[in-house]
């Protein structure tokens, strides 16, 4: 099975910043898309920002939209998340996915797309 490597997350006080980084230890060629999602106790896991290799600008969650980042390597294996004006609510474990599908763009936004995953990392932003 291929594995996906998180690093990156940590303690940070409401409006700092933290940038995570995932690696996929096995696919390039193939990677379609790769996606941050994440889990807050006791909420379902929910898209937070996704990158496509072969054409389209990445896209985000609307509650992350103008201070996350995600950005991917040249290499289709590795992926950022830049996080700024942090907020207690964005308090999470973060999980990294890799996508070998081609589907439409707005199916990125939904988990059963990737199917490869991490094992998360965990974000705490304090208030």
């Known amino acids: 099975q291929a594995q996906l490597q998180e690093a990156g997350g940590g303690l940070v006080q409401a409006g700092g910043s933290l940038t995570l980084t995932c690696v996929h230890s096995?696919?390039?060629?193939?990677?379609?898309?790769m996606a941050w999602f994440r889990q807050a106790p006791g909420k379902e896991r929910e898209f937070v920002a996704c990158i496509r290799w072969g054409g389209g600008q990445p896209f985000y969650a609307e509650s992350v939209k103008g201070r996350f980042t995600i950005s991917g390597g040249n290499v289709r294996n590795s992926v950022n998340l830049y996080m700024n004006s942090l907020k207690p609510e964005d308090t999470a474990v973060y999980y990294c996915?890799?996508?070998?599908?081609?589907?439409?763009?707005?199916?990125?936004?939904?988990?059963?797309?990737?199917?490869?995953w991490g094992q998360g990392t965990q974000v705490t932003v304090t208030s």
């Open positions: 096995e696919r390039t060629r193939s990677t379609v898309a």
């Open positions: 996915a890799s996508s070998q599908r081609r589907v439409n763009s707005g199916s990125y936004r939904a988990a059963i797309a990737y199917g490869d």
